[in-house]
């Protein structure tokens, strides 16, 4: 083992910066002189503007003020200030010398600016379930400050006629307040009443209606309670709800879905009822109640006995949690008043059922009753994922809540049209300074995805009147998005996987210059047309250089090894025994094959039969899962990786030996250097040999990749690293890769606002298309 150096005195003061965007009814109110009052009282630096995008905020100071800064914005506003998005990151210092108020910026964003949905305002809340008031119980009830926005506008201006609440005449009482400038819903758009606006129905499986109105609420709650299976036609789609405390309704849930052991979303009735169950940090809870409303990944509580059942999400120590976020939500939920699986409306990977005749047809198998409403959908928004990993927010699926606000740019750059990636795809459009990234998508697999990304991108097209001048893809020659964008008659710019993740990653936290890029995932075509995905990147303006990547192993089966870690597994120990794994060894591994998958798999490595090399960070993972013995086949990708973080114990500080050249057999010829991971699974075989448990084995493994990472840092002394790809979703890597980066003097940068994984790919594309079609000297650029 490799002891590894702590440092015992306490960590030198790092001051940081926090940019915060807040959208919404914030001008006018005295938003900006509270912001100065808060930030003079916390003795912070910065500044505070407006402009026609919603207040902008810069603040300084130690992480713990900042953080407590955040959420007393949000907790203190001013009465009339309502916060409709609020959205944060953190950035490197300026050295602002003081607080303060600067100018109105009337140049500011001209690009009108789309909001998400918003989740349920306190006012409305209050009206809903207020008997005397004329909206009581009303499922559709909104106003200027939330409701939906993105998934009922059709184009814009943003004006009723302009959205699929044009079907609903107002009655005279809703064009009253409409007409109102002191009204709450002066020009709410969707403003409407029980008397003239969309209502609900329950139907059968058949599209006959059983009730209405809040008849049909109690009636699909009733069924829930009974074990039943109901479609509910929400905000931007179809949710599928069951009784999240039996086992019996959940088992029943994945045999109709067909998703095996993916774990399941679950809305609860209130905070309490979240609290029994998980731990809710200040950041989470604000998560929870925020206008973006997400689904959170909380840490189960282990004390208590959870209020739902094993089954929605096996051998998970996290629970994806949401709140109630749209007056049907909080109506069901309060007839329900206990916590149901809310998972999206669609068979495994297909995107979210939007409209209830298609829905008759789609979920026809998997629901027993229908809750639907009239009021179209637009287009589907997938509910978001969000965590807190090192006391910031990571948005890991970016969609309601988020979509389609844009990512800033210091300066603008054509009209470029990114069309992500294969799987988790989005799709980007850039407009002047702003990036607009669409919501999330889904696997490009099947012809319904492939649909939905061509609706995407035509609606994300007409939406901003872009026509875009250039399009970026993935390298990959076969992915459909590629191929999409190939049949468009624009130049394609064609975008390396992994340098689209660091374009991501710096676009957010807005660097520049040169920095390490440190890409790991499942997979990504490379530019020798081997599998990458464990890459450091050398990157600079002009486009990257692959510095270091890990030792390539053979995956028998290719995508048959993505669902078997096994295969992965024998394909890593095949590297460093070679045939003589199949003499005379006995990993415990290999007795879940059958004897003749040995043999067919054998001759395949051999002969290299569809057997592609690969340099996947995320395929090692699963192989040393695999040989733990902790999974051989997986229900879905990255769950065997998963299960290897869970399973690391904290407390673990030593690490496997690193597999690399030693440093005086460096030459200075810019050779790749190669991470070889094999001395790593020896430790482990040995480790396992000696009957140690996986937690220790789990820890160390993800300690020693931590240790390549400062390790290969320090050689190529770059001081700013760059964490992305979909391994960087994991929590234990991401948070010692920053702490021990941190340690030893780097300046380590990952994901807030922009998924990790291939959700951030189509910014990245934007950012790496833009800057290889700006001219600039000796540029060896990503091969547009
Ligand atoms: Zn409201
Ligand atoms: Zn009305
Ligand atoms: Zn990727």
């Given at each position: 083992?490799?002891?590894?150096?702590?440092?015992?005195?306490?960590?030198?003061?790092?001051?940081?910066?926090?940019?915060?965007?807040?959208?919404?009814?914030?001008?006018?109110?005295?938003?900006?002189?509270?912001?100065?009052?808060?930030?003079?009282?916390?003795?912070?630096?910065?500044?505070?503007?407006?402009?026609?995008?919603?207040?902008?905020?810069?603040?300084?100071?130690?992480?713990?003020?900042?953080?407590?800064?955040?959420?007393?914005?949000?907790?203190?506003?001013?009465?009339?200030?309502?916060?409709?998005?609020?959205?944060?990151?953190?950035?490197?210092?300026?050295?602002?010398?003081?607080?303060?108020?600067?100018?109105?910026?009337?140049?500011?964003?001209?690009?009108?600016?789309?909001?998400?949905?918003?989740?349920?305002?306190?006012?409305?809340?209050?009206?809903?379930?207020?008997?005397?008031?004329?909206?009581?119980?009303?499922?559709?009830?909104?106003?200027?400050?939330?409701?939906?926005?993105?998934?009922?506008?059709?184009?814009?201006?943003?004006?009723?006629?302009?959205?699929?609440?044009?079907?609903?005449?107002?009655?005279?009482?809703?064009?009253?307040?409409?007409?109102?400038?002191?009204?709450?819903?002066?020009?709410?758009?969707?403003?409407?009443?029980?008397?003239?606006?969309?209502?609900?129905?329950?139907?059968?499986?058949?599209?006959?209606?059983?009730?209405?109105?809040?008849?049909?609420?109690?009636?699909a709650?009733?069924r829930i309670?009974?074990g039943g299976i109901v479609a509910v036609k929400g905000l931007g789609g179809f949710h599928i709800l069951a009784d999240a405390r039996s086992e019996?309704a959940v088992l029943q849930l994945r045999r109709r879905k067909r998703r095996g052991k993916k774990p399941f979303a679950v809305m609860y009735?209130?905070?309490?009822?979240?609290?029994?169950?998980?731990?809710?940090?200040?950041?989470?809870?604000?998560?929870?109640?925020?206008?973006?409303s997400p689904i959170v990944l909380?840490?189960?509580?282990?004390?208590?006995?959870?209020?739902v059942s094993?089954e929605v999400a096996p051998?998970n120590?996290y629970l994806g949690v949401m709140l109630p976020y749209?007056?049907?939500h909080?109506?069901l939920m309060?007839?329900i008043?206990?916590p149901v699986v809310a998972t999206s409306g669609n068979l495994s990977e297909e995107p979210i059922c939007t409209?209830?005749?298609?829905a008759?047809?789609r979920l026809?198998d998997i629901a027993d009753v229908f809750l639907?409403?009239?009021?179209?959908?637009?287009?589907h928004v997938d509910d978001s994922i969000?965590?807190?990993?090192?006391?910031?927010?990571?948005?890991l699926r970016?969609a309601r809540?988020?979509?389609?606000?844009?990512?800033?740019?210091?300066?603008?750059?054509?009209?470029?049209?990114?069309?992500?990636?294969?799987?988790?795809?989005?799709?980007?459009?850039?407009?002047?300074?702003?990036?607009?990234?669409?919501?999330h998508?889904g696997d490009?697999?099947?012809?319904?995805?492939?649909?939905?990304?061509?609706?995407?991108?035509?609606?994300?097209?007409?939406?901003?009147?872009?026509?875009?001048?250039?399009?970026?893809?993935?390298?990959?020659?076969?992915?459909?998005?590629?191929?999409?964008?190939?049949?468009?008659?624009?130049?394609?710019?064609?975008?390396?996987?992994?340098?689209?993740?660091?374009?991501?990653?710096?676009?957010?936290?807005?660097?520049?210059?040169?920095?390490?890029?440190?890409?790991?995932?499942?997979?990504?075509?490379?530019?020798?047309?081997?599998?990458?995905?464990?890459?450091?990147?050398?990157?600079?303006?002009?486009?990257?250089?692959?510095?270091?990547?890990?030792?390539?192993?053979?995956?028998?089966?290719?995508?048959?090894?993505?669902?078997?870690?096994?295969?992965?597994?024998?394909?890593?120990?095949?590297?460093?025994?070679?045939?003589?794994?199949?003499?005379?060894?006995?990993?415990?591994?290999?007795?879940?094959?059958?004897?003749?998958?040995?043999?067919?798999?054998?001759?395949?490595?051999?002969?290299?039969?569809?057997?592609?090399?690969?340099?996947?960070?995320?395929?090692?993972?699963?192989?040393?899962?695999?040989?733990?013995?902790?999974?051989?086949?997986?229900d879905f990708?990255?769950?065997?990786?998963?299960?290897?973080?869970?399973?690391?114990?904290?407390?673990?500080?030593?690490?496997?030996?690193?597999?690399?050249?030693?440093?005086?057999?460096?030459?200075?010829?810019?050779?790749?250097?190669?991470?070889?991971?094999?001395?790593?699974?020896?430790?482990?075989?040995?480790?396992?040999?000696?009957?140690?448990?996986?937690?220790?084995?789990?820890?160390?493994?993800?300690?020693?990749?931590?240790?390549?990472?400062?390790?290969?840092?320090?050689?190529?002394?770059?001081?700013?690293?760059?964490?992305?790809?979909?391994?960087?979703?994991?929590?234990?890597?991401?948070?010692?890769?920053?702490?021990?980066?941190?340690?030893?003097?780097?300046?380590?940068?990952?994901?807030?606002?922009?998924?990790?994984?291939?959700?951030?790919?189509?910014?990245?594309?934007?950012?790496?298309?833009?800057?290889?079609?700006?001219?600039?000297?000796?540029?060896?650029?990503?091969?547009?």
């Amino acid at each position: 083992m490799v002891p590894l150096a702590r440092r015992e005195e306490p960590p030198p003061v790092v001051i940081q910066r926090v940019r915060i965007t807040i959208r919404g009814a914030v001008q006018g109110v005295g938003f900006r002189p509270f912001v100065y009052r808060l930030a003079s009282e916390m003795s912070l630096k910065g500044w505070v503007s407006n402009s026609a995008g919603g207040v902008f905020i810069e603040a300084e100071s130690e992480k713990p003020q900042l953080e407590e800064f955040v959420l007393r914005l949000a907790g203190e506003k001013p009465p009339r200030a309502v916060i409709q998005s609020l959205e944060f990151s953190y950035l490197d210092p300026a050295g602002f010398a003081a607080f303060e108020i600067r100018p109105s910026d009337p140049t500011g964003d001209r690009v009108a600016l789309i909001l998400p949905d918003i989740a349920t305002c306190g006012d409305c809340l209050r009206e809903i379930f207020d008997p005397r008031d004329r909206r009581y119980r009303y499922p559709f009830t909104n106003c200027t400050n939330c409701g939906p926005r993105y998934s009922i506008i059709e184009s814009l201006p943003y004006d009723r006629d302009n959205t699929s609440m044009r079907l609903f005449r107002m009655c005279a009482d809703c064009e009253r307040e409409y007409e109102d400038p002191r009204d709450r819903r002066f020009h709410a758009q969707p403003n409407a009443c029980p008397v003239c606006g969309p209502q609900v129905e329950l139907w059968d499986c058949a599209g006959r209606k059983t009730a209405a109105g809040h008849d049909a609420i109690c009636e699909a709650a009733q069924r829930i309670l009974v074990g039943g299976i109901v479609a509910v036609k929400g905000l931007g789609g179809f949710h599928i709800l069951a009784d999240a405390r039996s086992e019996e309704a959940v088992l029943q849930l994945r045999r109709r879905k067909r998703r095996g052991k993916k774990p399941f979303a679950v809305m609860y009735p209130s905070m309490d009822a979240v609290r029994h169950d998980c731990e809710v940090g200040r950041l989470e809870h604000r998560l929870l109640l925020s206008p973006e409303s997400p689904i959170v990944l909380l840490r189960r509580a282990t004390a208590t006995t959870g209020l739902v059942s094993e089954e929605v999400a096996p051998g998970n120590p996290y629970l994806g949690v949401m709140l109630p976020y749209s007056p049907l939500h909080h109506l069901l939920m309060r007839e329900i008043a206990f916590p149901v699986v809310a998972t999206s409306g669609n068979l495994s990977e297909e995107p979210i059922c939007t409209d209830e005749q298609e829905a008759l047809h789609r979920l026809r198998d998997i629901a027993d009753v229908f809750l639907i409403h009239n009021r179209p959908i637009v287009r589907h928004v997938d509910d978001s994922i969000a965590r807190v990993l090192l006391a910031r927010e990571l948005v890991l699926r970016r969609a309601r809540g988020y979509a389609p606000l844009p990512v800033a740019v210091r300066e603008p750059v054509p009209n470029i049209l990114a069309v992500g990636g294969h799987l988790k795809n989005t799709v980007a459009l850039s407009v002047g300074r702003n990036i607009f990234i669409s919501q999330h998508i889904g696997d490009l697999e099947n012809d319904e995805s492939l649909e939905a990304f061509h609706r995407v991108i035509k609606s994300l097209c007409r939406l901003y009147q872009s026509e875009p001048v250039q399009l970026a893809s993935d390298l990959h020659p076969d992915y459909l998005s590629t191929r999409y964008a190939c049949a468009q008659h624009h130049p394609v710019a064609a975008i390396q996987h992994h340098y689209a993740h660091v374009c991501a990653c710096m676009a957010e936290n807005e660097i520049e210059g040169r920095v390490l890029g440190v890409a790991w995932d499942g997979t990504g075509f490379g530019t020798d047309g081997t599998v990458w995905g464990g890459e450091f990147l050398l990157t600079d303006d002009t486009g990257y250089r692959r510095a270091a990547s890990f030792r390539a192993f053979a995956l028998p089966g290719g995508e048959q090894a993505v669902r078997e870690p096994r295969r992965a597994a024998l394909g890593v120990i095949h590297a460093m025994l070679g045939d003589d794994l199949f003499e005379g060894h006995d990993f415990p591994f290999m007795r879940s094959f059958k004897e003749t998958e040995l043999t067919v798999l054998r001759q395949m490595l051999r002969r290299r039969i569809n057997s592609p090399m690969t340099t996947s960070a995320g395929r090692l993972f699963d192989a040393v899962a695999a040989i733990t013995g902790l999974r051989q086949i997986v229900d879905f990708e990255g769950q065997a990786a998963m299960e290897l973080e869970f399973a690391a114990a904290d407390a673990v500080d030593d690490a496997y030996p690193l597999g690399l050249p030693a440093m005086d057999a460096r030459d200075s010829s810019n050779a790749m250097l190669i991470f070889d991971w094999g001395p790593a699974v020896s430790a482990v075989i040995q480790d396992l040999r000696d009957g140690l448990p996986e937690e220790l084995i789990s820890a160390r493994f993800h300690n020693t990749l931590v240790e390549a990472i400062v390790e290969i840092a320090q050689r190529l002394g770059e001081s700013r690293v760059v964490l992305t790809g979909g391994c960087f979703q994991n929590r234990y890597l991401t948070e010692r890769a920053v702490r021990r980066l941190s340690e030893t003097g780097f300046r380590p940068y990952w994901h807030q606002r922009v998924p990790p994984n291939d959700g951030g790919i189509s910014l990245g594309q934007v950012i790496a298309a833009a800057r290889a079609s700006t001219p600039q000297a000796g540029a060896h650029g990503p091969g547009a």
